[in-house]
């Protein structure tokens, strides 16, 4: 299997989250990161492979309920996180801290958005918090089990439940301690 997962038709090559993690890999040495708690090795690949699988169900989640995020939602969105964090210098820290690309600032507002759109659909019709995180819970669910997202062995099993991709055993079954 040389793609890290496909989720529907769409594949995620192994060269794409090597190249995630690699660029987050890369901004940290700019940073004192000692007090960071930061992901590494296999947790950070499997964080950042569940990161591009979701990403590609929210997309499918927004085409499906008519979500549109322009340009001009992402740079409002973009000068929003500017303000909560203290100005645009500081992007590259948080960045890093959080274990996000900066190539892919753009993914993550267009996920926010998206979530953001749908909990205020939601709310207009009288959810409340609990029911609207359990309602994207489920579209989420729904919408992974219609995609058959299907991860590499090598990562873990995708959890639409949690939205994670869960390391496995690399032996499986085949080792046990009883």
Known sequence: MDSAATVGTTEIKL???????????????????????LESGDVLARSQLAF??????????????????????LEAYRLEIYGSIGGEPR???VLVNASIAPEALNDVLRRDLILRKIGTTLAES????????????????RKSDELKVVVNPRYGIWDPA???VIGTEPAGDAVTNK
């Open 91 to 93: 992007l590259p820290e």
């Open 52 to 73: 591009l699988i979701s990403n590609i169900i929210l997309d499918e989640i927004a085409k499906d309920t008519d979500i549109a995020v322009s340009n001009s939602d």
């Open 15 to 37: 060269e794409t989250l090597q190249g995630r993690v690699d660029a987050i890999l890369a901004e940290r040495l700019k940073f004192d990161t000692s007090q960071m708690r």
């Open 126 to 141: 009288g959810a409340d918090d609990a029911t609207i995180n359990q309602a994207i819970q489920t579209l989420v669910t």
């Open 162 to 164: 949690t939205i994670s």
